[in-house]
């Protein structure tokens, strides 16, 4: 894996982690047929990254009893996407944080996190007219100060009357052509999900 090492970082350096899937996807098919390891962490870990849950489950299912055994890294890895999969927010920051990753996944963690705060944050400010201070620091995995911090800076007013309640200030973007139907539909769901 050390031959692949510097391949694999330039890929993370340049964001391109649809490129790593696939250098990775090729290694493992060339370790099948070779005496070396495949990069399973970092596969799953991109996996994760792009939000593609589906082959993350796949992946795990496919590594060998054996290497998950010898590579405790895999498992804390497999236990963010079991978060993920089951929109268990406290569980996904409690996982990111119980682990001591190594420099790469260390890295690949820190990106997976903050893409995960971002897209929930843009969930939380469009899909809630009013949102408590405790529900907005559960989603975002930040203390009651940090999410204050946040929530300030981003513009969001406090409710005049009811204390630890916030208007959101929803976000400007710009659509991509084609996208809307895809983030209505994953609005709705979360949506839905927060008031399970």
Request: glycine share 6%; with cysteine.
């Amino acid at each position: 894996m050390e031959n692949y090492e510097a391949e694999m970082q330039s890929f993370i350096a340049d964001q391109k982690y649809e490129a790593l899937i696939n250098y990775c996807e090729d290694l493992e098919l060339s370790a099948a047929m070779g005496d070396f390891q495949a990069p399973y962490d970092i596969l799953l870990i991109s996996y994760l990254i792009v939000g593609d849950l589906n082959n993350a489950r796949f992946l795990w299912k496919r590594i060998p009893s054996q290497t998950k055994q010898q590579n405790p890294q895999l498992g804390a890895l497999w236990s963010i996407g079991q978060a993920l999969w089951n929109e268990n927010y406290p569980l996904f920051y409690a996982s990111v944080s119980a682990y001591e990753w190594n420099v790469m996944i260390g890295t690949m963690v820190s990106i997976l996190i903050e893409q995960f705060r971002q897209k929930t944050f843009k969930l939380l400010s469009r899909g809630f007219s009013m949102i408590s201070t405790n529900t907005i620091s559960t989603h975002l995995g930040l203390s009651p100060e940090d999410t204050l911090q946040l929530i300030a800076e981003r513009g969001w007013e406090e409710h005049p009357e009811i204390e630890g309640m916030f208007k959101p200030k929803p976000i400007e973007e710009i659509l991509r052509e084609g996208s809307s139907l895809a983030d209505l539909q994953s609005l709705t769901n979360y949506v839905v999900f927060l008031h399970k």
